[in-house]
């Protein structure tokens, strides 16, 4: 059953469904999104300060946003990617959760504008993703301390870059100590029981979502590269701890259930939480749906237990 505080939007959603992606234009796309963010989340925390940066890789620069919250202590950074189906979002669409959730982590957050199809297609931000977390973690006490813990984090397809990049560099010297999926997509099959009971009527239509998937894969990418679609990684085995977080009321709530049964079948441990009645996208409603800050809040508590067990000591009375 959807949260009553989002049954109002849902009905809005019916009765005023949004034209299908391929009748508008990229660019249209992307500054509409950029202004529904802002109207559903218009004030943010100013006690975060912000910091613009360029990394800068073979061949290309990626935009970044280094968030310090107050309370910071330097026990973790936290490298965020956000949604948007590959193809929207950028530093600004998620900027009021990323302060938000490091003003409740009370952590350091590097947000990363990796780069977007139909423009640049897979495996474009999958390079971005992995570059970036490794370019971080060898800059660790630049960005935060020396001893800080790197934490890779994202929401929905931002989740798919979180995961696939913790699975990429588990082994490296600056290896992540934990992985954050936020209500994150497993590629563009989407065969799921609750795909079937939620594919439309409820904020995310996979008809829209699988448009985007093939603008981000372009003619040429194989659509079963784990990079892709992470249930096939055939070995997890050594990933970071996970916290995978779910709604309810989302289609793609089964394929990230099933993501969780995939880490802890090769030992890696997991805290999966579904959040009841909530959508896909929550927790960019968190300005007007009280009910989502509860949840992040929630998020940022099990971050710090997870950091805890995997024998990290980050702050635990923010």
């Keep these: 059953m959807v949260h009553p505080a989002l049954q109002a939007m849902v009905d809005e959603a019916r009765a005023h469904p949004s034209p299908a992606p391929w009748t508008l234009d990229v660019d249209v796309r992307r500054e ?17 300060a912000t910091r613009d940066l360029v990394v800068t890789l073979p061949g290309r620069d990626v935009a970044a946003r280094l968030y310090v919250p107050p309370g910071d202590d330097g026990s973790a950074l936290v490298v965020y990617f956000h949604g948007g189906s590959f193809v929207m979002g ?4 998620h900027d009021a959760v990323v302060r938000r959730l490091a003003s409740d982590t009370a952590m350091r957050y590097l947000a990363v504008d990796y780069r977007l199809a139909p423009e640049h297609p897979f495996p474009a931000a999958v390079d971005d993703a992995v570059d970036v977390l490794r370019w ?10 020396a001893q800080a813990a790197i934490v ?15 699975a990429l560099t588990r082994y490296d010297d600056h290896a992540v100590a934990a992985q954050v999926l936020l209500y994150p997509s497993m590629g563009p099959s989407m065969l799921t029981d609750s795909g079937h009971v939620y594919n439309t009527g409820f904020l995310l239509n996979l008809e829209s979502l699988r ?29 970071p701890p996970a916290l995978v977080v779910v709604a309810q009321c989302d289609p793609l709530r089964d394929e990230a259930v099933a993501y969780a049964g995939l880490l802890e079948h090769f030992a890696v441990p997991v805290d999966l ?8 996208g929550f927790l960019r409603l968190g300005g007007t749906v009280p009910a989502s800050l ?20 980050p702050r635990v009375d923010a």
């Design 32 to 48: 509409q999104y950029r202004v529904q963010s802002h109207d559903l989340w218009p004030e943010v925390d100013e006690r975060v």
């Design 294 to 313: 509860e949840i992040l809040d929630d998020v940022a508590r099990r971050l710090r237990r997870v950091l805890t067990s995997a024998g990290r000591t």
């Design 152 to 166: 890779v984090m994202g929401d929905s397809v931002g989740a798919t870059l979180a995961a696939v990049s913790a």
């Design 211 to 239: 448009y985007d998937y093939s603008q981000y894969l372009g003619a040429d990418a194989d659509p079963t590269d784990p990079r892709v679609s992470p249930l096939l990684f055939d070995d997890l085995t050594g990933s």
């Design 90 to 93: 950028d530093l600004e669409s």
């Design 136 to 145: 971080a973690g060898a800059r660790r006490e630049s960005l935060s301390t």
């Design 273 to 280: 939480v579904e959040a009841r009645g909530m959508l896909h």
